[in-house]
């Protein structure tokens, strides 16, 4: 029987690209809202020879999580899940961008490290955009009640953003939801580490995908600025994934791979050059 890889977020973009890949090792499911989205997916996929299904979830609902990976335990052992569903600025809420990259990340990945075995990967879809927060800014102590608490966590991080003026809630709670999710990914990585799970994450700069496009010229023209002067394919970024979650990275855990065409590092030089 062929293990099972989980991809949410894989009805589009580069969760797709990523189960085009990955499906070359094992029997796929992708999981999304939009049914009709997941099931062209899903075709495209087996017109290519691969064994896939949809299945179709909210990360942002424990319940519908929890049902997911009891779900995908009974077709195999799932080695592999990919958390790349997510929302950006533009598409809703400051609320709903924090509930769906924060709490979807922790219910993703403490449902399913309850059902993986020794020797599988998590790797959860972070951002560029975490790096626009310093280090020494990221309000670690809100963050550590996600350990323990979740709505205290909730309400913490609602009452930080409703601080914030409200033309910029909405890019705010991106940048602190995907800064969460690097600084998550370490601490789950140390507490499962010993089991034999790796967790690890991945920061796309701009790609050229349905959310790539409703992020629109201002997106663009971040990455034209960037060292490779370009936005990313996903198929590019897609290897990447498939390499990181694969038995080729067995030592790589706890960290971020910051893949973004030289973006950050840009903007990193041009700050230090105009401070000079
Ligand atoms: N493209 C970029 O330039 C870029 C840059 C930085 C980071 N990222 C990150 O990369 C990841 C993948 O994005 P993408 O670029 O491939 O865009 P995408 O094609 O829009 O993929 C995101 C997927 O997430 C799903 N999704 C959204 N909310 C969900 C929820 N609550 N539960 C389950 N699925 C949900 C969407 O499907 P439904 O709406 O049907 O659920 C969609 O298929 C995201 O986490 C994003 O933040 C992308």
Redesign the pocket.
């Known amino acids: 029987m062929k293990s099972i890889c989980v991809i949410?977020?894989?009805?589009?973009?580069?969760?797709?690209?990523a189960a085009k890949i990955l499906g070359r090792k094992h029997k796929i499911i992708l999981?999304?809202?939009?049914v009709a989205?997941?099931e062209n997916a899903v075709k495209q996929l087996r017109d290519a020879g691969i064994e896939a299904e949809a299945y179709p979830?909210?990360?942002?609902?424990r319940e519908?999580v929890r049902q997911l990976a009891a779900y995908a335990s009974q077709q195999g052992e799932v080695k592999v899940l990919i958390?790349?569903?997510?929302?950006?600025p533009h598409?809703t809420d400051a609320q709903k961008i924090f509930?769906?990259?924060a709490i979807?990340t922790m219910n993703m990945d403490e449902e399913f490290v309850k059902i993986m075995p020794e020797g599988s990967c998590i790797l959860n879809?972070?951002?560029?955009?975490a790096y626009m927060l310093p280090a020494d800014k990221a309000p670690k102590q809100i963050y550590k009640l996600s350990l323990s608490d979740a709505e205290a966590f909730r309400l913490a991080v609602n009452q930080m953003l409703s601080q914030v003026p409200p033309e910029q809630q909405t890019g705010t709670a991106?940048t602190l939801s995907?800064n969460f999710v690097l600084w998550y990914t370490a601490r789950m990585a140390v507490k499962f580490g010993k089991q034999g799970i790796r967790i690890v994450s991945i920061?796309?700069?701009?790609?050229?995908?349905?959310?790539?496009e409703?992020?629109g010229k201002e997106?663009a023209s971040f990455a034209e600025r960037g060292a490779l002067g370009r936005?990313?394919e996903?198929e590019e970024i897609a290897e990447m994934m498939a390499f990181m979650v694969s038995d080729e990275c067995s030592y790589l855990t706890g960290v971020d791979i910051l893949y973004d065409g030289g973006s950050v590092a840009a903007l990193q030089a041009m700050r230090e050059d105009r401070a000079q």
């Open positions: 949410s977020g894989g009805g589009s973009g580069m969760g797709l690209e999981m999304g809202r939009t989205k997941l979830a909210d990360a942002s609902h519908s958390h790349a569903a997510g929302v950006s598409m509930e769906i990259n979807g879809v972070s951002s560029m955009s991106y995907k920061s796309p700069g701009t790609f050229k995908t349905p959310m790539g409703i992020e997106a936005m990313g996903p």
